[in-house]
């Protein structure tokens, strides 16, 4: 299974320049994926989209339409112009060609954070079919500016899983319609922007809570590669770090995995990150 994980910031790339078609281009080079997860995507606002860009789930959805699209937003709010069904959103889509068994999404916990910018951050699950089993992803996007909030964010995402675990250990008493058995994931992958780094709490945290750094199995003894800053500085002065991360639930621990990090795009002020799996 291949996995692809990109906050694209709706296709500005690090010099400033705006065109998300050059980025779903780049997409479209690497092959094809099982989950495409991208991570900050607009519709219909003016601070993000170009003219002939509007719609920027319309305008992926139409680059790949071999994939099945699970849309996730924060808000949608009405726009002063155009049709009703036109609205101001702003979240992570999912792009799907593996066999699509189920999906949710699901808003992140927003404490009051007094001072502070904030948005209404969602993690987009799709469970699909694998070789195992119905497998979840996450595609998440955390809060970048208050501490607090990411860390509720982080418990949040830790307490999803955990409930997977027991309903896999102690299994519910099924029924017809929607008590049905449904699709209860066998393992998990967490995946995307994750705003914090090695050195954060949420790290040692998620870690603590039975999630594995997929960059620890990698079998290379290479330093870890960055993901953000390599060539926005004016966003990102301290330079190249890392923010972005495929986590594995515990189950898929003996699976080979290949991680690679696209560092030579400079299509976004965040880099492409590459997972495969053997399942």
């Known amino acids: 299974m291949r996995i692809l994980s990109w906050n694209i910031q709706y296709g500005r790339a690090a010099n400033g320049s705006a065109r998300l078609q050059n980025t779903l281009r780049h997409i479209q080079s690497m092959g094809k994926f099982d989950l495409i997860c991208l991570q900050e995507i607009a519709r219909n606002m003016d601070a993000y989209c170009e003219a002939d860009e509007f719609d920027q789930v319309e305008t992926i959805q139409a680059a790949f339409p071999d994939y099945q699209a ?29 066999e699509l068994l189920d999906y949710k999404i699901h ?10 910018m904030q948005m ?35 418990a949040y995402i830790c307490q ?19 008590y049905a058995a449904g699709y209860l994931p066998v393992a998990r992958i967490a995946c995307g922007d994750c705003n914090f780094g090695t050195d954060f709490d949420q790290y ?14 990698t079998s290379t003894h290479a330093p870890r590669p960055n993901t953000c800053g390599i060539y926005d500085t004016a966003q990102w002065p301290e330079g190249p770090h890392t923010r972005d991360f495929f986590w594995l639930s515990q189950e898929l621990a003996d699976c080979g ?5 696209d560092t030579a795009t400079a299509l976004s002020d965040h880099q492409p990150l590459m997972l495969e799996m053997a399942i």
Not at 160 to 173: S, T
Not at 204 to 217: E, G, T, V
């Open 107 to 116: 808003l992140l916990p927003m404490p009051a954070a007094p001072g502070q």
């Open 70 to 98: 699970v849309w996730g937003a924060g808000f949608s709010w009405p726009v002063a112009f155009g049709q009703p069904s036109q609205r101001m959103e702003f979240g992570n889509l999912t792009l799907v060609s593996a």
């Open 257 to 261: 995995i290949d991680y690679r990090v």
């Open 160 to 178: 999803l899983d955990a409930d997977r675990r027991g309903q896999l250990a102690q299994p519910k008493q099924e029924g017809i319609g929607a």
């Open 120 to 154: 209404q951050r969602i993690a987009v699950e799709t469970v699909v079919n694998s070789t195992i089993g119905p497998l979840s992803v996450l595609n998440m996007h955390l809060a970048f500016h208050d501490n607090g909030e990411r860390q509720s964010q982080v």
């Open 204 to 217: 040692p945290y998620m870690l603590a809570h039975r999630w594995i750094d997929a960059w620890n199995l």
